[in-house]
């Protein structure tokens, strides 16, 4: 009798023995959840700080960055910073309701959507480019463009990133520089070097086209010298001056009046019907210098000989028309000063001789 007893009694402490154990594996298992639970929230609120951060940190760089943009795909402004609507003139609220294109220079428009193409379809994985946009008084902005794609999390095009940086004194500068290099400093006509490149030009378009014709005026002023000596070289200097907008008026607009240097100046008549035009042209020159000039209140005369060689001489090379012009001036200085000589075959002889 007692055995059985015994048996319920060992069964009931087995049995007691091991809820003890589950009970303490669970109560184990429930504190580690309640650890990682703890370091899953800790990590979440560290996440969550670290973003706000950085979200942060990025809506500092954007407002104070020289010039930011997001568009959307189809060129729609999305989001503006302060230096881009001070940049382009216009509010926050005008740029976003507006698009990209409206203030896109026509000239570069479609270069632009071009390369905003080429992005959002993913054959390019960013691009940088200058451009031209147009701001709210109606000028032109030279700007550095860079642009980068975001994508959603399915990776499909979601925004475009524009960094715009204002490069309009740059272009300014480049502007000096290069007219600098092909202009003069006095009168501001095309110089030589520039004048050589329209007559290359000439001469390869009368290659092309046999109804093609031009004619150069190699023109000089008439005792100039003189003029520099007795009147100073400030008179002189102005002389040239006038003198030069003289010559602008007596041509057409597609022809091309440049200084060599000194008081020799060259005209390239583009495109005329006949080498009668080059003498019209010279006699207006002549009338145009029967207007005395004016300096500090002083009148004075001058005149100029002129030389005209044409492209009916065939010519290879800028240099060889330039030193035939010449010689037929030197023939005009010779023959009485004041008019105007078209240069013949015979004159290189008479020049060498």
């Known amino acids: ?16 023995l091991k809820n003890v154990e589950t ?18 929230i800790a990590e979440q609120e560290r996440i969550s700080q670290a973003l706000q951060q950085s979200e942060e940190y990025f809506r500092n760089a954007f407002d104070h960055a020289a010039g930011m943009a997001v568009v959307s795909t189809e060129g729609k402004w999305v989001q503006v910073n302060a230096s881009l609507c001070k940049m382009l003139g216009y509010s926050e609220n005008e740029l976003l309701s507006d698009d990209i294109q409206s203030v896109t220079h026509p000239d570069d428009l479609a270069n632009d959507l071009s390369k905003l193409d080429q992005l959002i379809d993913g054959q390019i994985r960013n691009y940088q480019l200058e451009k031209r946009y147009i701001d709210k008084s109606r000028n032109v902005v030279w700007v550095l463009q860079s642009a980068s794609l975001i994508r959603d999390v399915q990776g499909l095009p979601r ?41 290359s ?11 093609f014709r031009f004619a150069v005026i190699f023109l000089d002023l008439d005792r100039f010298k003189v003029l520099n000596d007795s009147l100073g070289h400030d008179c002189g200097d102005q002389l040239l001056i006038d003198l030069a907008r003289r010559l602008e008026n007596c041509v057409r607009t597609v022809d091309s009046v440049a200084r060599l240097g000194g008081d020799e100046f060259v005209i390239l008549l583009d495109g005329i019907s ?32 002129m030389g005209i060689a044409s492209s009916a001489q065939g010519y290879e090379r800028p240099e060889d028309i330039l030193r035939d012009a010449d010689t037929a001036m030197y023939k005009a200085k010779a023959g009485g000063r004041a008019q ?14």
Do not use: C, W
């Open 23 to 40: 009970a303490a594996n669970a109560a184990e298992q429930a504190q580690k959840h309640v650890s990682e639970l703890s370091h899953h």
């Open 159 to 199: 925004h475009v990133v524009l960094q715009i940086q204002d490069i309009s004194d740059r272009k300014a500068a480049e502007d000096l520089i290069r007219h600098a290099a092909f202009h003069d400093a006095l009168t501001g006509l095309p110089n030589r070097t520039l004048f050589a490149d329209r007559l």
């Open 274 to 305: 006949s080498i009668v035009d080059a003498t019209v042209i010279a006699e207006r020159i002549q009338k145009s210098l029967e207007e005395p000039f004016d300096f500090d209140g002083q009148k004075f005369f001058t005149t100029a000989s």
């Open 1 to 16: 009798a007692a055995l059985p007893m015994v048996a319920v009694l060992y069964y009931t402490y087995m049995t007691y």
């Open 201 to 211: 030009m000439a001469i390869e378009r009368a290659k092309r086209t046999s109804d």
């Open 340 to 353: 105007a000589v078209y240069f013949e075959e015979r004159m290189n002889a008479e020049t060498v001789a």
